[in-house]
């Protein structure tokens, strides 16, 4: 059976295919101001400077962040080296994401 962390990888990787995704800090800290990021995933061994400024944008610009898995599998279910800020801009991607990570 296939686990709700493998449906989110799988999520990710056809968001990164379908261009409706931003990986790394700054650009998603970029998405955000630009309100255009709808859901924000940080990996769980991102530095606590990271994990700060990104949680602070999100509170400020209302958008949902979920601390999810960690920057190595973030960045290949990406298709790219490890990534430990993602930015969905995409709100079908973002629902589906948000309610798959809500189980967990």
Known sequence: MITAETK?????????????????????VAEIRAQRAKLVILSNDASDNTMKKVSDKCTSYNVEKHVFG???????????????????????????????LNEL
Do not use: N, P, W
């Not at 989110?8 to 800090?25: F, N, V």
């Not at 960690?70 to 994401?97: P, Y």
């Open 70 to 100: 960690d920057r190595g599998s973030l960045g290949h279910a990406i298709g790219k080296e490890s990534r430990v800020v993602l930015a969905v801009t995409d709100s079908g991607f973002a629902k589906k994401l948000s309610m798959l």
């Open 8 to 28: 989110i990888y799988q999520m990710l990787g056809l968001a990164a295919r379908a261009r409706k995704l931003t990986a790394g800090e700054e650009l998603a």
